[in-house]
């Protein structure tokens, strides 16, 4: 019995034009029936050449996808590095006053390293993919031009154990069924092999989220038949090692949240690695990642360079730490000048452990104040700014919740940065436990040498918004911009989505080297910066934004 690991080559006009072809390998599967099982190269492409004029097609910057029409993954088909948004974003910083936006474009397909994708149709026919615009109908994309190669072939692989298996897609209209998501992750970290050859033979790790309570329910027989299937197949010991670890999340809410609380390590390797930034991070599947490995280096590379050295940073909407961490480690002790301390504050339990481990591999001649606290940053938002010079805020798609909006308002207003002492209570009157808990470190490493510095006094200078909703995004930056606003937000990361995530890519508005040329620090992040500047990158997810 045979099945092909790499998804069959699909030979259409729109595929042959630039990439390389997958080869298919055949590898062995052992004791299960794969014959009735679908194929992806039965799908007929839908993409007529002749329809597209020559001047308008340009290989290199056209999508090339054979779901383009269905899926709603992607809204822009062609010309991927002018992307529409780019337009508006630079109308709409002209408005601002900013004239010198740039772009930089990043990979413009098979970016996306981490996707979490539905399961449906049935066992003979699983669909795997997306929903259609506006309905909860799955689209099945085995071949995904936005994603890495390896999570189209992981999909692949998948699907032929679901359909050897027997196992049963979610139906959401009855509950019923045993497969409902699967999130899918590249790991491009190793360094056994050159540079160069590290992205495209990057590992996947799959969380499988099983509609069932725990590992006593009567379908975990079938969950672990399935991890095994994969593992045999593409685990270490097969002809090609495509998995990194198996996971299991178990759900069985009715709701449209994706995940549960219980996750399991199946298979593999429990720590996922990946380098970015400049320093090793460890995501867990349970924690927030970035989808674009590529576009996010890029991004923390240039963030990095606004942050001065000497700066109190908290990092807001932190999930694992990774933007704070970091910035941490690339503004260490230069000079005698270094990072003072870092706060992260972050809403997920589950990324302590994923910044844990992050820290545990953090330089250690970086010397600073280092704190994770498991909160809500929308709660008490004065006490998060108080303290910081530098805050960086990386929210959801729905952009900064306006307690924390109205706490930056009322920061900028403050002459000399002087917050009124009545808008905190301090830690002596406050009695709430909920806030003393959330305001205690829940993680916390301390400096080696004491650093003196009057952290009452501190409040933010500047802002760095990293963003992946264009729309909150503009919502957000306009209203304390519109004051005459002693902040400065001069750095914005930003999602340009044709449509619901697909793309992402680079703007940055940059006063480097004119403030340089000035040579005056203090003015590069002072009250002259009025304006912003944004940088691109990847999206969160797709399916949690449009459910
Ligand atoms: C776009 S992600 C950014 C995560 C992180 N900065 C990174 O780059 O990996 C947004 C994060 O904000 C967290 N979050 C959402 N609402 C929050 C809130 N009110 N307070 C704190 N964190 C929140 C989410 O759990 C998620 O981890």
């Not at 056209?62 to 590095?81: A, R, T, V, Y």
């Not at 799955?138 to 999909?155: E, G, K, Q, S, T």
Request: charged share 25%.
């Amino acid at each position: 019995m045979t099945l092909f690991l790499r998804p069959p080559l699909l030979v259409t006009a729109r595929l042959a034009l630039s990439h390389p072809p997958y080869r298919p390998q055949k590898v062995e599967a052992k004791g299960v029936l794969a014959s009735s099982c679908p194929s992806v190269a039965h799908q007929k492409p839908s993409f007529n050449l002749e329809s597209v004029s020559s001047s308008s097609f340009t290989a290199a910057t056209s999508l090339q996808c054979l779901h383009f029409q269905s899926c709603s993954g992607c809204s822009q088909e062609w010309d991927l590095d002018q992307p529409r948004v780019v337009t508006e974003a630079r109308k709409f910083f002209q408005e601002l006053g900013i004239s010198d936006l740039k772009f930089e474009s990043g990979m413009l397909v098979e970016w996306r390293c981490r996707a979490k994708l539905a399961v449906r149709g049935t066992s003979e026919r699983p669909l795997i993919g997306l929903y259609e615009e506006g309905t909860h109908n799955v689209v099945d994309i085995p071949l995904c031009r936005a994603h890495h190669p390896n999570i189209n072939v992981a999909v692949n692989l998948l699907k032929q154990g679901i359909c050897a298996l027997n196992i049963q897609p979610y139906d959401e209209d009855l509950g019923t069924g045993e497969l409902r998501y699967v999130q899918i992750a590249v790991t491009t970290y190793n360094t056994s092999l050159p540079a160069a050859e590290r992205y495209q033979n990057g590992k996947v790790q799959v969380s499988l989220v099983w509609n069932s309570r725990n590992e006593q329910s009567e379908s975990y027989k079938k969950l672990n038949a399935l991890a095994e299937f994969l593992w045999r197949n593409a685990g270490p010991r097969s002809n090609s090692h495509l998995f990194h670890s198996i996971w299991v999340n178990f759900q069985t809410s009715s709701s449209n949240i994706i995940f549960g609380n219980r996750w399991r390590l199946l298979l593999g390797e429990r720590d996922f690695w990946e380098h970015i930034g400049g320093i090793d991070v460890c995501l867990d599947p349970s924690s927030f990642g970035q989808a674009n490995t590529q576009a996010f280096n890029s991004l923390l590379r240039k963030l990095q360079k606004y942050v001065p050295y000497g700066s109190s940073v908290v990092d807001l909407y932190a999930g694992a730490g990774v933007i704070g961490l970091s910035v941490a480690a690339t503004r260490k002790c230069r000079q005698g000048r270094r990072l003072l301390s870092l706060r992260c504050v972050e809403i997920n339990k589950e990324s302590k452990l994923s910044f844990e481990k992050s820290l545990s591999r953090f330089p250690k001649h970086i010397d600073c104040n280092v704190h994770w606290h498991n909160t809500d940053a929308s709660i008490e938002p004065l006490h998060w700014l108080k303290g910081s010079n530098v805050v960086i805020v990386d929210p959801p798609r729905k952009g900064v919740e306006q307690s924390l909006l109205d706490a930056l308002r009322e920061i900028s207003k403050c002459k000399d940065s002087k917050v009124p002492k009545s808008s905190i209570i301090n830690e002596k009157e406050e009695k709430r436990p909920w806030i003393l808990r959330a305001r205690k470190a829940t993680v916390h490493v301390e400096s080696k040498t004491s650093i003196n510095w009057a952290k009452d006094q501190i409040w933010p200078e500047f802002i760095i918004y990293v963003s992946c909703g264009w729309e909150s995004f503009k919502e957000d930056c306009l209203s304390p911009l519109k004051l005459p606003t002693e902040l400065s937000v001069f750095a914005v990361q930003q999602c340009l989505a044709f449509g619901k995530g697909s793309c992402f890519q680079f703007l940055s508005w940059d006063r480097e080297s004119r403030y340089r040329k000035e040579g005056n620090v203090r003015r590069r992040f002072g009250v002259e910066s009025q304006g912003m500047g944004i940088v691109a990158t990847a999206a969160t997810d797709r399916i949690c934004t449009e459910l």
